[in-house]
């Protein structure tokens, strides 16, 4: 029976409980599907690995992983470690160097959920965004000059290039196509920024060209937050930089009822090197230990992943089990109004996969 060979790497504060979660959800599931199954490496690296070493990951992490069919991803940050250092040393020190420049992450409300915005139901809310994901305003370009000093500069350049633009585009407009609605929507902000944002538009116009059959717009991203949230029927698949759409799918999560809920997948699209997946969340230091994280971020991205080995019957199997349990009120964790625990929701969602035809 084939082993997928998954490198697990939990992190830090609740990555620990959802990646527990996520695995067992897993394994279930290779078990009612047949055909495969899971053989589960597990990477101890984050915050509590930087206290002792000094560093996130150890210095051969990636020749470690690399070889790997995939990379199941909890979170990284904790109070005492500065941000830049678990996102840099960590979850960039792996999307980078593996090319993983394509984003993805799909929103829905799901059954038994319900969405801040009151005149929104499930069917109306079917987004997904595709996130840039090497370049643009996170490329890490820029420094600071006499700093602590009244005359201190500091400067973030945001970096695009016409091949990583192309690419992500061409990405979006490919998974457009795949989708029912075949709709795309390109975010930028090229009324004020006026080079890289302008080299967008144009280089959109010129894919589009290859996908008549996909309808296309342009929208500035501060039109589309309030897009989003008055029309979000019109809206389909999305494209936008690193920063755009990192905020813009923060909202989109909290819209479709709760970060806890919301996956992400990292994708290396010509398969060179493993892609990541992982809820979108952080380590939530505050409900960290206390046994009640939402899991379904993570069995929703666990979705992704099957996907992207080519299980999309599993997926599917593993999608449903998910919607029967969020369809019960008595299964929401407290993000979402309830009192169930990470534990239950785990336990009703592996029922459900055994009790699935
Ligand atoms: P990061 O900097 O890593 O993005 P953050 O400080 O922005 O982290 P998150 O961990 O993303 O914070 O979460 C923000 C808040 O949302 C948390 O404090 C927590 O209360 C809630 N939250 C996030 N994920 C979950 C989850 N899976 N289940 C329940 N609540 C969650
Ligand atoms: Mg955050």
């Not at 994708?267 to 939530?284: D, K, V």
Request: proline letters at 6%; a negative charge; one cysteine or more.
């Amino acid at each position: 029976m084939k082993p997928y060979r998954i490198a697990a790497i939990p992190g830090d504060g609740i990555g620990q409980e959802v990646i527990a979660a996520g695995i067992a959800v897993l394994d279930a599931l290779a078990e009612r599907a047949g055909g495969f199954r899971f053989a589960f490496d597990r990477f101890d690296w984050g915050s509590d690995y930087y206290k002792a070493h000094g560093v996130m990951m150890p210095a051969d992490g990636l020749a470690q992983i690399k070889d790997h069919d995939a990379i199941f991803f909890g979170a990284v940050g904790a109070p005492d470690v500065p941000d830049h250092i678990t996102l840099w040393g960590l979850r960039l020190a792996i999307c980078q160097p593996f090319d993983q420049y394509a984003n993805v992450r799909p929103t829905r409300i799901l059954p038994g959920i319900t969405s801040p915005l009151r005149h929104v139901t499930g069917p109306e809310l079917d987004w997904v965004i595709v996130r840039e994901n090497s370049e643009g305003e996170y490329a890490g370009v820029g420094g600071r000059v006499h700093q602590g000093h009244d005359n201190e500069v500091a400067t973030d350049v945001s970096m695009m290039t016409r091949s990583g633009v192309t690419r992500i585009i061409r990405y979006a407009f490919e998974l457009a196509r795949s989708r029912p609605r075949k709709r795309l929507t390109v975010v930028t902000k090229s009324n004020a920024q006026r080079h890289a944002m302008v080299m967008w538009d144009e280089i959109a116009a010129e894919v589009a060209r290859d996908f008549p059959d996909v309808t296309w717009d342009k929208m500035l991203v501060d039109a589309m937050t309030m897009r989003m949230t008055m029309k979000p029927q019109s809206l389909d698949t999305i494209v936008a930089t690193n920063l755009h759409a990192d905020i813009l799918s923060d909202l989109a999560a909290a819209l479709a009822g709760s970060l806890g809920i919301a996956p992400t997948a990292n994708i290396n699209p010509e398969r060179r090197f493993p892609s990541m997946f992982e809820p979108i969340h952080g380590s939530a230091f505050d409900i960290a230990g206390k046994g009640i994280a939402n899991p379904v971020g993570t069995f929703w991205t666990a979705c992704q992943m099957l996907e992207h080995l080519g299980e999309k019957p599993a997926a599917d199997r593993l999608m449903r089990a998910v919607e029967r349990v969020t369809a019960d009120p008595a299964l929401h964790t407290p993000d979402l109004g309830g009192t169930a625990t990470t534990q239950a929701v785990t336990d009703a969602v592996i029922a459900a996969i055994r009790g699935d035809n």
